[in-house]
Nanobody, 123 residues
Framework: QAQLVESGGGLVQAGDSLRLSCTASGWTDSPLHMAWFRQAPGQEREFVAVISRNGGTTYYGDSVKGRFTISRDNAKNTAYLQMNNLQPEDTAVYYC????????????????WGQGTQVTVTS
């Protein structure tokens, strides 16, 4: 069964960095587009970043451009989110998602989701 498992969240101070990982298992065909979303308490889920199957194309949400970098290692079936210069407004549960559809599809087009990892940034 297809499964995504995130890791790497934690409690950091403003200006610090974290790297999240998302390992996929259970697929027998080509790697999927992989994305990161986040959801803060009381807020809607927000798009963070997405990377294409071969890693050649990436897109970012406006709030993280220039600070976050998405990458992937298909040999390890793992996607990463390097988060630099974290700010308190980045505090959220971060979810990894995978899709066989459009690269920039909305969250409801992603059929595969991880359990989420908490990132908390203090000022």
């Amino acid at each position: 069964q297809a499964q995504l498992v995130e890791s790497g969240g934690g409690l950091v101070q403003a200006g610090d960095s974290l790297r999240l990982s998302c390992t996929a298992s259970g697929w027998t065909d080509s790697p999927l587009h992989m994305a990161w979303f986040r959801q803060a308490p009381g807020q809607e889920r927000e798009f963070v970043a997405v990377i294409s199957r071969n890693g050649g194309t990436t897109y970012y949400g406006d709030s993280v451009k220039g600070r976050f970098t998405i990458s992937r290692d298909n040999a390890k079936n793992t996607a990463y989110l390097q988060m630099n210069n974290l700010q308190p407004e980045d505090t959220a549960v971060y979810y990894c998602a995978a899709s066989e559809g459009r690269l920039l599809g909305p969250d409801y087009e992603y059929p595969y989701w991880g359990q989420g990892t908490q990132v908390t940034v203090t000022s």
